[in-house]
Nanobody, 124 residues
Framework: QVQLVESGGGLVQAGGSLRLSCAAS????????MGWFRQAPGKEREFVAA????????DYADSVKGRFTISRDNTKSMVYLQMNSLKPEDTAVYYC?????????????????WGQGTQVTVSS
């Protein structure tokens, strides 16, 4: 069992930056995928970014490519999402998630573990 706790959300002006953190407890195997999703009011939860825990790859939604960076610190069991050049449309609750394989890593329903979410609000 893996528990995930996000932090780092807040209110920021358009063009600003935030770094989200996700603390993972429990055993994370090298095959795990860690992802970030977001959900705005009235919308479905959408894929933002993911990485392979062993460090093999990362992937991003087109809407955040070049602005967001996902990373991890294996020694601390932490996952980060650095968000730069934020836009009002980035406003959402951001969730950290984990899954045991890379299959369908861009699909929220495929994830096994979820954090409680952290609110990000970008003002114009």
């Amino acid at each position: 069992q893996v528990q995930l706790v996000e932090s780092g959300g807040g209110l920021v002006q358009a063009g600003g930056s935030l770094r989200l953190s996700c603390a993972a407890s429990g055993r994370i195997f090298s095959s795990y995928i860690m992802g970030w999703f977001r959900q705005a009011p009235g919308k479905e939860r959408e894929f933002v970014a993911a990485l392979h825990w062993s460090g093999g790859w990362t992937d991003y939604a087109d809407s955040v490519k070049g602005r967001f960076t996902i990373s991890r610190d294996n020694t601390k069991s932490m996952v980060y999402l650095q968000m730069n050049s934020l836009k009002p449309e980035d406003t959402a609750v951001y969730y950290c998630a984990g899954k045991r394989s890379s299959i369908d890593y861009y699909q929220a329903h495929a994830y096994d573990y979820w954090g409680q979410g952290t609110q990000v609000t970008v003002s114009s």
